[in-house]
């Protein structure tokens, strides 16, 4: 599951746009109740996850890898995955709420998509970013079930595709190869100055050696001694 990925790149993310350096500021994603509010002592902002949903994305193609044990796999399509967090922003005065709030509706208009680096493996593609339409998401409810008072916030919605994390095999590997020459035996009708087959497919000369170079000729049979070939050199 990438979701600690996810919550990752989200807070770089943030720290980038608002801006809000370490020394200065918090992102945090714990639960915003009364209790925990009361305990900052920072300006901090607040991304509490309250809903995960299919996504209206199509399912995104995992290309083939190979697995710890160099075995080539192949992941199933992965599906798109909406997370919807409800951002607040805390510490100092009103003012400075307000301030920083601002700066993340900025930050997320301006930011339709986010390129996770290459550290976040469980990121299969582009984290989707957007504001959903004021009939989906009441945020009175969400902070009545919160048990705090009503504050000044937004919803924000990552859409990522999450791998299943069930791969199967594409092939075996191969472990062994083998080849064989015999003989062209008397009476099979493919003994000669010419190349030909022997009873295993494969090409021979006169005398039983492998003509390299050449390409192997196709027979198809009428009756006994009698064959036609084709790509002959």
């Known amino acids: 599951m990438p979701l600690s990925e996810l919550e990752s790149a989200l807070g770089v993310w943030l720290r980038d746009q608002l801006p809000l350096p370490a020394d200065v500021g918090d992102i945090s994603f714990d639960s ?3 209790s925990w509010g009361s305990t900052l ?25 190979r697995d710890q044990g160099g075995t080539l796999v192949q992941d199933r399509p992965a599906p798109c995955i909406a997370f ?8 100092g005065d009103v003012r400075e709420e307000h301030r920083l709030l601002g700066d993340a509706v900025r930050a997320v208009l301006r930011t339709p998509a986010l ?21 989906d998401v009441r945020a009175r409810e969400l902070w009545s079930g919160l048990g705090g008072r009503l504050r000044a916030g ?3 919605v990552a859409t990522t595709a999450v791998p299943l994390g069930r791969p199967t095999p594409l092939a075996p590997p191969v472990e062994t190869v083998r080849a064989e020459v015999r003989p062209v035996a008397e ?20 005398e039983g050696s492998v003509l390299e170079g050449r390409p192997p000729r196709r027979y198809v049979w009428f009756g006994p001694r009698r064959q036609r070939g084709r790509g002959r050199p």
């Open 41 to 65: 002592t920072r300006p901090t902002v607040n991304l509490f996850l309250f809903d995960i949903a299919r996504a209206a994305q199509q399912s995104v193609p995992v290309p083939p890898r």
């Open 32 to 34: 915003p109740d009364t």
């Open 187 to 206: 009476g099979s009708g493919l003994e000669g100055e010419g190349s030909g087959l022997d009873g295993e497919g494969s090409v021979l000369g006169g």
């Open 154 to 156: 937004l919803v924000l």
């Open 84 to 91: 919807s967090y409800l951002l607040s922003t805390w510490g």
């Open 115 to 135: 390129s996770p680096g290459p550290e976040c493996r469980e990121l299969v593609g582009p984290v989707l970013l957007g504001l959903p339409g004021t009939s």
